[in-house]
């Protein structure tokens, strides 16, 4: 909350400031970005700014998120109508179709991790989606499995950047006591799609008049939607407060003060080794590699619902019906998520902890009840398929808890490494219908190791902070300054300082 002025004042920087290479390997100078130390504003002005924010960027974030997750997704529906049948796919060759995709993502975040660091980060999102739109597109035209399988491999590959650059994304533009909501806004739209994708289906499968296959038609609309979401969104998103074209000059003087109240300097093209090497030895920064593999080790039941319903005696038609409202009980537990974390601002953790009890009920179910039990089986899909709430908390923390461009990149990869590590192996668990035992037990065991890692990481985020104020304490340095732009060794701001480096910087919890 900003008080009646907000104003930004420099501080010496630590002489341990990271270095930046060129493409080259050759040390390079970073240009940063130099603030007026006594540039105040008021609140209205904040308020203003921010809800411009809120009114161009997000949007722009949560339709591409939609359409991201509709067309990954797209695999469960067109399974309903007629995939399987028409190319002649086994159980196994099925769920790696599931698998291969993440695959493809896999195998881009290693050139993306680099690219995101170098490139003009909105350009380089709005040029990947625009590819995964022609390649979904492409799911149109095969007739065997391996040739869908191919296509799936390289949808993967394209949307490899989304999901890491969306985090750095909502950092560079949202303070941090702000990361929660925003994160759940464009987290939200994976239950939006899922109930959007069943209704797309549903209707393309009333449709008898179709001259290709509504599997084939499905992927064809998806695919047109996401070529025309990449092109608004290379052209019209900006990349930071210099080159947002819906603020006034006023407006970004302010919105890069406010920013650097969390000593945030924006989306840099620099990539520095000793921010790499910093991130391979935090603990923290491997905590959330697990989280990315044990909040999707779960996630075969989004896939696998639909078809659990129509065995147990739904047809086509009617499975989209019901497999629609999960996304709904999705969206309804992020934003109880969202809800909790608004009432215990300070511990999210606990809060992520809370979240794993519905899924965990759900799983539960699935294997108890009898399959005779329609409705106790379709209800127990739709609580099973509670992740986004938990998925939300994580990403929103992970986005609170790292700063430094490479550095935020790198944590930000690690997690949607093990977010594709989580996604490529469950769905091999998933292979014996109705009831998918193998994989639904997996699932219970990986909520539980998942609750474990968030008492970990609570406990060192905690054990940090305290180590933090008992040395600001010995030093006499007065941590409750607000808005300090801190100056490397030439005298300059040095905004692309570490969570490590910066000594003002508390983690969230």
């Known amino acids: 909350m900003a008080h009646a002025q907000n104003s930004v004042k420099p501080a010496l920087a630590d002489d341990r400031a990271p270095s930046s290479v060129d493409m080259t390997g050759k040390e390079e100078s970073v240009q940063p970005v130099v603030l007026d130390a006594h540039v105040s504003y008021t609140p209205e002005?904040?308020?203003?700014?921010?809800?411009?924010?809120?009114?161009?960027?997000?949007?722009?974030?949560?339709?591409?998120?939609?359409?991201?997750?509709?067309?990954?997704?797209?695999?469960?529906?067109?399974?309903?109508?007629?995939?399987?049948?028409?190319?002649?796919?086994?159980?196994?060759?099925?769920?790696?179709?599931?698998?291969?995709?993440?695959?493809?993502?896999?195998?881009?975040?290693?050139?993306?991790?680099?690219?995101?660091?170098?490139?003009?980060?909105?350009?380089f999102v709005g040029g990947t989606v625009i590819i995964w739109g022609i390649i979904c597109m492409c799911l149109a035209a095969p007739k065997s499995y391996a040739s869908f399988a191919a296509v799936r491999f390289l949808l993967g590959f394209a949307e490899g950047a989304v999901s890491p650059a969306f985090v750095t994304i909502t950092s560079i533009w949202w303070r941090k006591d702000e990361h929660a909501l925003r994160t759940a806004l464009w987290v939200t739209m994976n239950g939006v799609a899922q109930v959007l994708g069943c209704l797309l289906m549903y209707g393309i499968g009333k449709n008898t008049a179709l001259g290709l296959a509504p599997w084939r038609v499905l992927f064809l609309v998806c695919g047109a939607l996401t070529v025309a979401s990449g092109v608004a969104f290379f052209l019209l998103m900006p990349g930071g407060p210099r080159d947002a074209w819906f603020l006034s000059p006023r407006e970004k003087e302010v919105l890069s003060a406010r920013m650097a109240q969390d000593r945030e300097g924006g989306d840099k093209t620099s990539f520095s080794l000793d921010q790499l090497r910093e991130t391979m030895l935090d603990p923290k920064a491997w905590m959330v590699f697990w989280f990315g593999v044990l909040v999707t080790m779960q996630s075969p039941v989004l896939t696998f619902a639909s078809l659990m319903i129509n065995a147990i005696g739904y047809d086509q038609l009617d499975t989209m019906l019901f497999t629609a409202p999960s996304g709904a009980v999705q969206v309804a537990m992020l934003w109880v998520g969202v809800l909790l974390c608004w009432l215990f601002p300070r511990n999210r953790t606990l809060v992520v902890m809370a979240l794993v009890i519905p899924p965990v009920v759900g799983n539960v179910l699935l294997i108890k009840l009898p399959l005779e039990s329609h409705w106790g089986i379709i209800v127990s899909a739709w609580l099973a398929s509670c992740i986004t709430s938990v998925m939300s908390i994580l990403l929103s923390l992970s986005a609170s808890n790292v700063k430094g461009n490479t550095k935020r990149a790198v944590v930000n990869t690690m997690f949607f490494i093990g977010y594709c590590a989580g996604c490529i192996g469950s769905p091999q668990l998933w292979t014996n219908k109705p009831r998918y035992t193998e994989g639904v037990i997996t699932a219970l065991v990986t909520w539980g190791l998942l609750f474990c890692s968030m008492v970990l990481y609570r406990w060192l985020c905690v054990a940090d902070n305290k180590r933090r104020d008992a040395r600001d304490a010995q030093d006499g340095f007065d941590g409750a300054v607000d808005g300090h732009v801190v100056l490397d060794r030439t005298g300059q701001p040095k905004s692309d300082l570490t969570d490590k480096e910066d000594r003002m910087f508390r983690y969230s919890w």
């Open 45 to 123: 002005e904040e308020k203003a700014v921010l809800r411009k924010i809120d009114f161009v960027v997000l949007p722009f974030m949560c339709f591409v998120f939609l359409l991201q997750y509709l067309d990954k997704q797209s695999l469960s529906y067109a399974g309903v109508f007629g995939l399987i049948q028409d190319l002649d796919l086994t159980a196994s060759q099925y769920s790696w179709c599931s698998s291969i995709f993440y695959i493809g993502q896999l195998v881009s975040e290693y050139p993306f991790i680099y690219l995101m660091s170098r490139l003009p980060l909105t350009k």
